[in-house]
């Protein structure tokens, strides 16, 4: 009786702790995900004390919501990326991609079915956006924040989000308003076209869709946009974002929410989930293709928030948030193995190659250094 009582308390704690009494108020107004954001950056940051890596409270990078970013800090960012679409393209035997920005294209796109819907699909997009990162560091010269996406900040108009509304800094504005028959999330969104200011109006997207018969073959184009606030507030509202967070009780569920992996019952009412939910906010080409997404500048700011979650979910209950579940194809086809942590992830030539294991902690850990704020 004794034992059962106490464990009664320890899960009231743990209910405390993991912020399971949020009211409906605080979750909706962002309160509740700012305390998570501040429990787990707190618990992050714990790690590093006393800790012997080079990686320190003084040393640690700090990403940031793009909003939140200085202007300066944003142009220079856009500056860094611009100058890795103009840096060379290290894949070998390859005729569409000109760029290192679009050898990151590349790699997506040669691994996609095995890094979505499946037990890859966190810790490899933590290193792919990662890496990138590096890029815009060690080739660039950037010095400021890593910059993500928090989609709900949005929902009420994605055309004037400091991300999308044209300005310099911005990340370019939507695409030319076109005319489309449907309507509704999928029959589109305000634009459509080319995009039409700010920064990557002159970007030239060098390849794909991936349903060319070569899709790594030159076909130079403009970056469209259909951004879609209706689908943004659906799908990867304030609410969505937190309430995935609070509702997954273990990894296998939070990677089933955050997709939107209807093999799973419980994740079925995310539908498009906040995943789907920002790609298809911004929409267009190469924006909603699933294995040339990355080639969308915005794409790494939006797998920054999908990071963010994750290091917010796992640092809310660090010692049971250590693991990995599911197989290691797309959806299961063709069946394939579980995934584990002592699997390899080879991003070569664009990255390095680690076990899973070591991706698991943003700090302290090989090969990373940073948190979320
Ligand atoms: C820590 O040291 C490693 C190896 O020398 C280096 O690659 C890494 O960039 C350093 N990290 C920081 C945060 O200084
Ligand atoms: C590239 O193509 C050349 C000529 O066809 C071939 O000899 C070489 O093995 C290829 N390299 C790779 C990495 O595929
Ligand atoms: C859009 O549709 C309207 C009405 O049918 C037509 O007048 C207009 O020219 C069309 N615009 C474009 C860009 O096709
Ligand atoms: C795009 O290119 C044109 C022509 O070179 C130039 O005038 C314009 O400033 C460029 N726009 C941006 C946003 O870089
Ligand atoms: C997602 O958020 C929107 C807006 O807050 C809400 O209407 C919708 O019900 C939420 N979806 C789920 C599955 O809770
Ligand atoms: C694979 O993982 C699932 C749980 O995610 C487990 O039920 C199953 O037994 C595992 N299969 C093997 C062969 O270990
Ligand atoms: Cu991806």
């Not at 990151?104 to 996609?112: A, D, I």
């Not at 095995?114 to 080739?139: C, G, P």
């Not at 030239?204 to 606030?229: Q, S």
Request: contains cysteine; neutral net charge.
């Amino acid at each position: 009786m004794r034992v059962l009582s106490f464990a009664l308390l320890v899960a009231f704690f743990q209910g405390l702790a993991l912020g399971q009494t949020y009211s409906q108020d605080d979750i909706i107004s962002g309160k509740a995900l700012q305390q998570m954001g501040k429990t787990a950056y707190d618990t992050a940051l714990k790690r590093l004390d006393g800790s012997e890596s080079n990686c320190t409270r003084d040393t640690v990078h700090v990403r940031k919501e793009w909003r939140y970013i200085p202007g300066p800090e944003r142009i220079a960012f856009v500056k860094a990326v611009e100058c890795l679409m103009e840096k060379p393209n290290v894949y070998p035997n390859v005729t569409g991609p000109k760029s290192m920005f679009d050898s990151f294209g590349v790699l997506h796109y040669h691994l996609t079915p095995a890094v979505h819907n499946s037990a890859y699909f966190l810790l490899f997009h933590r290193l792919y956006i990662w890496t990138y990162e590096q890029k815009l560091r060690d080739m660039c010269g950037y010095k400021g924040a890593f910059p993500y996406w928090e989609w709900g900040l949005d929902a009420g108009g994605v055309e004037k989000s400091p991300i999308f509304d044209g300005s310099e800094t911005s990340m370019g504005s939507n695409g030319a308003k076109t005319n489309k028959t449907g309507g509704g999330f999928f029959g589109g969104g305000s634009g459509g076209g080319c995009v039409t200011a700010g920064p990557f109006k002159n970007y030239t997207v060098n390849f794909g869709p991936n349903t060319a018969r070569d899709p790594l073959a030159p076909n130079p184009r403009c970056l469209k946009r259909d951004l879609n606030t209706a689908l943004c507030a659906a799908f990867a509202s304030i609410k969505n974002t937190t309430e995935t967070i609070l509702e997954s009780t273990d990894i296998e569920s939070f990677q089933a929410n955050i997709q939107g992996d209807f093999r799973y019952a419980g994740a079925r009412k995310w539908s498009l989930a906040v995943h789907g939910g920002g790609h298809f906010t911004i929409a267009g080409d190469p924006g909603s293709d699933f294995f040339f997404s990355p080639l969308e500048p915005v794409f790494y700011l939006h797998h920054g928030q999908i990071d963010r979650m994750y290091f917010i979910y796992q640092n809310l209950d660090w010692a049971n948030r250590q693991t990995m579940a599911g197989t290691i194809t797309m959806m299961n086809q063709p069946p394939s193995r579980n995934g584990t942590l002592d699997d390899v992830l080879d991003i070569s030539p664009v990255g390095g190659s680690f076990k899973y294991r070591q991706l698991l902690d943003t700090v302290g850990g090989s090969p990373f250094c940073f948190v979320y704020e």
